[in-house]
T-cell receptor
C-alpha cells in the first residue's frame, strides 16, 4: 500500500532563517505531488504541484520554492523565512485521475 | 481556473440531526469531486468522493449528490454524532491532476 511521509513534524524557526521540508511517497511510481499551506483555522492554499521529476508548477508567487529531485521526493524550501510563513504545511500525492491523499503535515512556527 | 465556493462556513447541529454542506464550482470540465474531513491538528482525510458520471453516492451515514447542470455538489451526514465534529472540505478536480478546494465548513455536533 501507499504511504506518504513528511518531516519534520514540527519546526520553530527565526525570521530570516532558511527552510527545508521534505516529503516522500512509498508504494507508487510517478505520482503527482503537491504542497499546501494551511494557516490556523483557514483553508488549504495550493503552493506547488509536480507531475514529474523536475516539473514544478507554482500557484502562488512568494519566497518559497519547491524541487523534485527524485520521483517520489518533494522538497519545499525558503532562503529567508517571513513571519507570514507560519502555518501547517501539507504534502499530498495522487495518481492521475484518482484521489489525492495527504501526508501528516509539518507545523511551522516562525518567530 | 476553477473556483470552488463552500457554504456554510460554520454549522452547528444537535446530535442525531442531519447536516448538509454545499459547494459550487465554475469549470464545467471538472469531473471528480472528493470530500475531506479534517480533525483538529490532523491531516485532511478522504471520506467520500463522486465522479461526474454519477448523481449520488452513499456510504452508511454519508452521502454526496452532484448536479452537473447547476455545477453544485453537496455532502449529507445523517444521524450526526459528536465524532462527526470537524472541518469538512470539498474539492473539484479535472481528471485528478489539479485539485481546487473550498474554504471549509466547521461542523459542531452538540450532544
Amino acid at each position: 500500500s501507499q504511504t506518504i511521509h513528511q518531516w519534520p513534524a514540527t519546526l520553530v524557526q527565526p525570521v530570516g532563517s532558511p527552510l527545508s521540508l521534505e516529503c516522500t511517497v512509498e508504494g507508487t511510481s510517478n505520482p503527482n505531488l503537491y504542497w499546501y499551506r494551511q494557516a490556523a483555522g483557514r483553508g488549504l492554499q495550493l503552493l506547488f504541484y509536480s507531475v514529474g521529476i523536475g516539473q514544478i508548477s507554482s500557484e502562488v508567487p512568494q519566497n518559497l520554492s519547491a524541487s523534485r529531485p527524485q520521483d517520489r521526493q518533494f522538497i519545499l524550501s525558503s532562503k529567508k523565512l517571513l513571519l507570514s510563513d507560519s502555518g501547517f504545511y501539507l504534502c499530498a500525492w495522487s495518481q492521475s485521475g484518482k484521489t489525492q491523499y495527504f501526508g501528516p503535515g509539518t507545523r511551522l512556527l516562525v518567530l | 481556473g476553477e473556483n470552488v465556493e463552500q457554504h456554510p462556513s460554520t454549522l452547528s447541529v444537535q446530535e442525531g440531526d442531519s447536516a448538509v454542506i454545499k459547494c459550487t464550482y465554475s469549470d464545467s470540465a471538472s469531473n471528480y469531486f472528493p470530500w475531506y474531513k479534517q480533525e483538529l491538528g490532523k491531516r485532511p482525510q478522504l471520506i467520500i468522493d463522486i465522479r461526474s458520471n454519477v448523481g449520488e453516492k452513499k456510504d452508511q451515514r454519508i452521502a454526496v449528490t452532484l448536479n452537473k447542470t447547476a455545477k453544485h455538489f453537496s455532502l449529507h451526514i445523517t444521524e450526526t454524532q459528536p465524532e462527526d465534529s470537524a472541518v469538512y472540505f470539498c474539492a473539484a478536480s479535472i481528471s485528478g491532476n489539479q485539485f481546487y478546494f473550498g474554504t471549509g465548513t466547521s461542523l459542531t455536533v452538540i450532544p
